[in-house]
């Protein structure tokens, strides 16, 4: 019996993203809107689905939605590119720009997606330290640049898991910092004050992707989108999978561009109870806070962290455990829920830190 064609060898030791569903009562472990889409964005959709030619092909540029898109954003559509997700705007752009030879710059503790699909697409990772409250200084950040030479530099803003909000100039300021791109990953940026899609220029190196899952309420329908130079659109185009991204997905994030209003009620909404929650824990003995301009907060847990997060989900919340992470000792992402939701989630740590000798 012949042996079994082995993976790539640097591919064997990495592990698969994965992050743990339970069946619990509460789940906040993975950043989704707890709201469903308004219905009249589901009937709309709906009804504009029966007029796609399923046996054809979807529209490869996704010209429709492009242009739909960069009104929305006040961006010429030539610099839109959209894909399965941002997590696929993400791997099209290290298989364009990465690859063997070439270096990622990514700044820990930040989202694992970044390291992962570097290394997937044979791209070298090189690290960078975040410095206190975790935000990435500029100087540093620098230095790391000129002394690794990377072709792509991954940034995360607000950052996940930690929720840090980068300043406003970082993303231009690096960019004058080496000949490689700039790639702003702004999967929370809606529940932030401020965005780098204003520094995308024709002829810069920054680029900002963004997705639908959080606030359009879409993660089941995957569409994520990046604003970049043109040159640097075009190029991924030559990269990307044709007709990669269905007609469903397209006409789903045309139709949501409709509801605006409603999308922008629900991001105050959602930023409003992370304030209140993040007051309310800051009362909690045994907890630090960590500020965040996401719909999710980190928290540290003056205890065992894995051990209060296994005491939640006994009680019937799920929460993401960071606890054994580098950097992220003790640790807890907390995504933000309905106010319902939330308060059985304060209500189970209460109880769970009484429990548990601090």
Not at 177 to 190: K, R, T, W
């Amino acid at each position: 019996m012949r042996a079994p064609v082995a993976p790539r060898a640097d591919l064997v030791a990495l592990e698969g993203y994965h992050s743990p569903q339970l069946d619990v009562s509460v789940r906040l472990n993975t950043n989704e809107s707890p709201y469903p889409p308004p219905p009249e964005f589901v009937e709309a959709w709906l009804d504009a689905l029966r007029g796609i030619p399923l046996n054809r092909y979807p529209d490869r540029a996704a010209r429709d939605l492009r242009v739909a898109l960069g009104r929305h954003l006040g961006q010429p559509v030539e610099r839109l590119f959209c894909a399965n997700g941002s997590n696929e705007v993400l791997q099209t752009l290290l298989l364009t720009y990465g690859g063997p030879g070439r270096k990622a710059l990514v700044f820990e503790p930040t989202y694992a997606l970044h390291a992962h699909i570097s290394r997937i697409t044979g791209t070298e990772v090189v690290t960078a330290e975040r410095g206190d409250g975790f935000a990435v200084d500029v100087d540093a950040a620098r230095r790391a640049i000129e002394r690794n030479q990377p072709e792509i530099v991954l940034l995360c803003s607000p950052n996940n898991p930690t929720g840090t909000l980068d300043d406003p100039g970082l993303a231009s300021a690096l960019a004058g910092a080496g000949a490689g791109l700039v790639v702003v990953d702004e999967a929370y940026g809606e529940f932030a004050d401020h965005s780098a899609i204003d520094t995308v220029g024709d002829d810069d190196r920054v680029v900002v992707a963004r997705t639908y899952s959080k606030v359009w309420s879409m993660a089941s329908l995957r569409l994520g989108f990046c604003v970049a130079p043109p040159s640097v659109v075009a190029e991924l185009e030559k990269v990307v999978l044709p007709y990669h991204l269905a007609a469903p997905t397209q006409l789903a994030g045309l139709v949501a561009l409709r509801f605006g209003a409603e999308m922008d009620a629900r991001v105050q909404r959602l930023c409003d109870e992370r304030e209140r929650l993040a007051a309310t824990l800051a009362s909690v003995d045994g907890v630090t806070v960590y500020p965040s301009g996401a719909n999710f907060v980190l928290v540290e847990a003056a205890g065992d962290g894995h051990d209060l997060w296994q005491r939640l989900v006994d009680r019937g919340v799920l929460v993401r455990d960071f606890s054994r992470w580098p950097r992220l000792d003790d640790c807890l992402r907390i995504t933000i829920g309905t106010p319902a939701e939330n308060d059985a989630f304060v209500d189970a740590l209460r109880d769970a830190l009484q429990e548990v000798p601090v």
